[in-house]
């Protein structure tokens, strides 16, 4: 799985797993490939839960990085009544009281297309399938993929202009 910076449209991280790895559990590895200051992540639903917003906030404590990933429909609040709500909680909170969009909106979830659209692009340049059959073969490819196509948006980034 990748992460992109929505801002350049470049591949900033990376990491190549095998079937049997849980994504989320990796996010703190993807976290470390970041140079820099973070000022947010934004995923998938498949992200929710306090792994991932631990991983978020051990990589930055003294300014951590806003986290915005849709809960669960079935997610509840944190039960600790003496402390500040969590960002998951007020997320949770936003979503029962004004909806899944209008979360989406004050969030500005839609960012993450950005990212998908990265994704989209990557596939179309360099292919939807991996070509060496080794874990490490694999994982090389995807560096050399990625380093590929970041020159690319450096050199001339696309822009994408909806026809009406």
């Not at 930055?60 to 849709?70: A, D, F, L, Y």
């Not at 609040?77 to 909806?99: F, Y």
């Given at each position: 799985?990748?992460?992109?910076?929505?801002?350049?449209?470049?591949?900033?991280?990376?990491?190549?797993?095998?079937?049997?790895?849980?994504?989320?559990?990796?996010?703190?590895?993807?976290?470390?490939?970041?140079?820099?200051?973070?000022?947010?992540?934004?995923?998938?639903?498949?992200?929710?839960?306090?792994?991932?917003?631990?991983?978020?906030?051990?990589?930055?404590?003294?300014?951590?990085?806003?986290?915005?990933?849709?809960?669960?429909?079935?997610?509840?609040?944190g039960?600790?009544?003496?402390?500040?709500?969590?960002?998951?909680?007020r997320h949770?909170?936003?979503?029962?009281?004004?909806?899944?969009?209008?979360?989406?909106?004050?969030t500005?979830?839609?960012?993450?297309?950005?990212?998908?659209?990265?994704?989209?692009?990557?596939?179309?340049?360099?292919?939807?399938?991996?070509?060496?059959?080794?874990?490490?073969?694999?994982?090389?490819?995807?560096?050399?993929?990625?380093?590929?196509?970041?020159?690319?948006?450096?050199?001339?980034?696309?822009?994408?202009?909806?026809?009406?």
């Amino acid at each position: 799985f990748r992460s992109f910076d929505a801002d350049t449209g470049e591949i900033v991280a990376s990491i190549l797993t095998g079937n049997d790895v849980d994504d989320a559990g990796r996010v703190s590895e993807l976290l470390e490939q970041v140079e820099g200051e973070i000022a947010s992540v934004t995923a998938d639903g498949a992200y929710d839960g306090e792994p991932t917003y631990q991983a978020t906030a051990n990589r930055q404590p003294e300014r951590p990085p806003t986290v915005i990933i849709p809960p669960r429909s079935t997610a509840v609040p944190g039960t600790q009544a003496d402390a500040p709500p969590s960002q998951r909680d007020r997320h949770i909170d936003l979503i029962r009281e004004k909806g899944r969009m209008a979360w989406q909106k004050a969030t500005d979830y839609g960012r993450r297309s950005l990212a998908e659209t990265g994704i989209g692009r990557y596939k179309a340049a360099i292919g939807p399938r991996l070509r060496a059959r080794t874990l490490p073969g694999q994982q090389g490819e995807v560096a050399l993929a990625v380093e590929a196509l970041n020159r690319m948006i450096r050199t001339a980034k696309p822009v994408s202009v909806r026809a009406a």
